[in-house]
């Protein structure tokens, strides 16, 4: 016969066999696994490859490192607030824009860390094509790609920053940025709550008339701008005074 219940828990049917007594432990992995199983089932229907076939797309080499951290943002899961990809530089542009996907249906993101990894202006669209369909994310990281500084891959930036009023940090360091591009991020930071800005490691931030956009920059909660390692010189600084000027 079944043991007596406990308190708390309902008797068990005649002729059932009651379940075994749980740890707490073993109840939260439950939890976690049921969790997830649950994500998986109501996974989105645009993300219409298995994980088996993005395993494939994503590439063997990978998945240990990364593929496991795509898969939990892939099925929007709790307590997954960020995604560091830092350092890879083996995915294609398809894996690219199947990552953007992910990010697009992702309501938990907070921080992306695409730091060192060889980004060409066309991964970067495909990236920020998924990242204009959610609003989560708080910190962006972009530093070390040293081909989308120009004016091409800044645009696509600013068109994600501008109106912006979810993110917090963005980070552009040796990114190759130049006066066209920072043109371009200057004017769609002003119209966003990004607080911190890094601008760092950009020798030719600056033309080589000394023009520069840097002075008119003035988003309402800056409150850090990073341009350690640029080649700023008298000009820059006096751009510096008039950003300080409007603080």
Not at 12 to 17: D, K, N
Not at 216 to 242: F, H, I, M, W
């Amino acid at each position: 016969p079944p043991p007596p219940a406990t308190a708390g828990t309902p008797p068990a049917a005649a002729g059932s066999i009651a379940p075994p007594s749980r740890s707490p432990t073993a109840n939260r992995l439950d939890m976690y696994f049921y969790d997830f199983e649950g994500i998986r089932e109501n996974k989105p229907e645009d993300a219409e490859f298995s994980d088996e076939e993005d395993e494939v797309l994503f590439g063997q080499d990978n998945r240990v490192v990364y593929f496991s951290k795509l898969l939990r943002v892939k099925h929007n899961y709790p307590w997954r607030d960020y995604l560091h990809l830092n350092g890879n530089n083996a995915f294609s542009t398809r894996a690219w824009a199947r990552v953007g996907l992910f990010l697009g249906n992702n309501t938990q993101l907070e921080v992306l860390n695409l730091r060192g990894c060889e980004l060409k202006v066309e991964d970067l669209r495909v990236l920020m094509d998924g990242l204009t369909r959610t609003n989560s994310l708080r910190h962006l990281y972009l530093r070390d790609n040293g081909a989308i500084g120009g004016a091409e891959g800044m645009a696509i930036v600013a068109s994600y920053v501008d109106g912006n009023n979810q993110l917090e940090s963005l980070d552009l360091r040796n990114t190759g940025l130049r006066e066209e591009g920072l043109s371009l991020i200057v004017p769609a930071s002003n119209k966003s709550s990004v607080r911190h800005l890094s601008l760092g490691d950009n020798q030719n931030i600056f033309n080589s008339e000394g023009n520069s956009s840097l002075g008119q920059l003035n988003p309402p909660e800056l409150s850090l701008l990073v341009l350690d390692g640029s080649n700023v010189g008298r000009e820059g600084c006096l751009e510096v005074a008039k950003v300080l000027k409007n603080r």
